[in-house]
């Protein structure tokens, strides 16, 4: 019933959004009945609300689309589930290019700094360093719309997202050395280049360089390729054993986390898919992997979740490495992503996840074999302990 008042009242406010609204709040006042049928009779009490709202109300009423993002809002909420979720245009655009790990853009890291100012480092030759971007630059405006307090660091990305090879003016402000005044603002045109952002990262450790450590952030389109380059270097490093680290990974992509989970196993269930109907999906291991044989501990914490926890899962199933670190996340359901006419998008909880022995992750977590907590200080304990762990 929720579900198909929220899909009218979907398709009705967006319609609303491009200029139909007061046409249909107009036929929907004057003849209630076609929505006192079912589940739509609420809707007509909904539009009967809102006229009054517009008659009555003293101040600024909500755009169109604004209506219509927090009737969508509003309905998500009573599900109860904070997965099920509306993400708008932007926001949208950037989850995508993060999942596809490489966009369009000018490689800049941004910041607000002590005075809330939007502050600018460029990658390593980057097209901003290229530009002259230096670190520390305040910007100030992007392509003449300036930076407010209320802007905030997801929108500035989303105008600096765009098609390779197409241009974007920052205004920018130079600090001074201490105690001298920034530069007067001035442009600096850049053209945007694909933007690659690894989400594997890997090196031999210094306390124990027979050992490699790899670090997946995320997992995108392309981790599995990452990973498979950090296997081959590390071991052309003469490396004996890996450190495989997930911690405050927060999911991403099912289907490369199941390609890295792969690399490390021979065969088996990687996890089992439960939907809403009680169908069960079991998902097993890829053949070909190239670490199977390697032994191996796995870092978790609680940012550790959902595909992350996936693999962390199958792994400790598997008897295939030991979990070091903190209890996991506990995000273990699946959502399916239907991508809106607007750009926006809406995220539905349609299943949940069970590790290969059929333990619930959801509202749960991991407990790790070797529970060590994260230090204060600068020493990371917890990659020391799974180094003495692997170490003969």
């Not at 009490?45 to 909500?62: D, K, M, R, S």
């Amino acid at each position: 019933m929720l579900i198909g008042s929220l899909l009218v009242c979907l398709c009705l406010a967006y319609t609303a959004g491009f200029g139909c609204f007061r046409l249909l709040w107009a036929e929907l006042a004057d003849n209630t009945l076609a929505l006192e049928q079912g589940d739509y009779q609420s809707l007509g009490v909904f539009w009967e609300a809102w006229n009054q709202v517009e008659q009555h109300f003293y101040g600024e009423l909500p755009s169109p689309r604004e209506r219509t993002y927090g009737a969508i809002y509003g309905a998500l909420a009573l599900l109860g589930d904070p997965h099920t979720r509306f993400v708008e245009p932007q926001p949208r655009e950037l989850e995508q290019d993060r999942m596809r790990g490489a966009f369009g853009g000018i490689g800049v890291t941004l910041w607000r700094d002590a005075e809330s100012r939007m502050v600018l480092s460029p990658y390593p030759d980057s097209p901003a360093e290229q530009a002259g971007v230096r670190e520390g630059d305040i910007l100030l405006a992007v392509d003449a719309e300036e930076i407010t307090d209320e802007t905030t660091i997801d929108d500035v990305r989303a105008r600096l997202h765009g098609e390779v090879s197409t241009p974007v003016t920052l205004t920018i402000s130079r600090p001074g050395p201490k105690g001298y005044t920034p530069t007067p603002p001035f442009d600096l045109t850049i053209t945007r280049d694909e933007i690659q952002v690894p989400s594997v990262t890997w090196r031999v450790l210094d306390q124990a360089p027979e050992i490699g450590y790899v670090c997946i952030e995320s997992f995108t389109e392309r981790t599995d390729d990452e990973l498979l380059t950090a296997l081959q270097e590390l071991r052309e490093a003469k490396t004996v054993s890996l450190v495989l680290d997930l911690r405050d990974n927060a999911g991403g992509l099912i289907e490369p986390a199941v390609a890295v989970a792969s690399q490390f196993l021979r065969d088996g269930v990687v996890l089992h898919e439960l939907n809403h109907d009680d169908q069960e999906q079991t998902i097993r291991a890829q053949s070909g992997g190239v670490a199977t044989d390697v032994p191996l501990v796995v870092l978790v914490n609680g940012g550790t979740a959902s595909a992350a926890e996936i693999v962390a899962a199958a792994l400790q199933d598997h008897d295939r490495a030991l979990l070091i670190g903190e209890t996991t996340h506990g995000k273990g359901s699946v959502q399916l992503i239907y991508e809106l006419s607007d750009g926006s998008s809406l995220h539905v909880t349609s299943a949940i996840w069970l590790t290969p022995s059929r333990h619930r992750i959801e509202g749960q977590g991991l407990t790790p074999d070797v529970y060590v907590p994260r230090s204060e200080g600068p020493q990371d304990v917890q990659l020391d302990r799974a180094a003495a762990y692997l170490q003969p």
